[in-house]
Nanobody
Framework: QVQIVESGGGLVQSGGSLRLSCAAS????????TGWYRQAPGKQRDLVAS???????TYADSVKGRFTISRDNAKDLVYPQMNSLKPEDTAVYYC?????WGQGTQVTVSA
């Protein structure tokens, strides 16, 4: 059974940093693309960042230069390092691995 578990969310002030983490089990992690989406209240779920099995990355324009995604295939983990956070980054952040999703973790950025 595949399990995707996010952690690291919380409340941070504008300009601060957070590092989310996503742990995968029950899946051959190194064979899949993985990444993060986010969904703010009343809005659709949008891509934040992704990383392929080969290490190629994609970022939403709104987070370029502020967020960095990386993966550790030995530990089946994917991390987005989020710097210079803004109130508009407030959302529930969801991790995916292949076609499987986690339950999400709340990130709230106060002004």
């Amino acid at each position: 059974q595949v399990q995707i578990v996010e952690s690291g969310g919380g409340l941070v002030q504008s300009g601060g940093s957070l590092r989310l983490s996503c742990a995968a089990s029950g899946v051959t992690f190194r064979l899949w693309s993985t990444g993060w989406y986010r969904q703010a209240p009343g809005k659709q779920r949008d891509l934040v960042a992704s990383i392929t099995k080969g290490g190629s990355t994609t970022y939403a324009d709104s987070v370029k230069g502020r967020f960095t995604i990386s993966r550790d295939n030995a530990k089946d983990l994917v991390y987005p390092q989020m710097n210079s956070l803004k109130p508009e980054d407030t959302a529930v952040y969801y991790c995916y691995v292949g076609f499987d999703w986690g339950q999400g973790t709340q990130v709230t950025v106060s002004a």
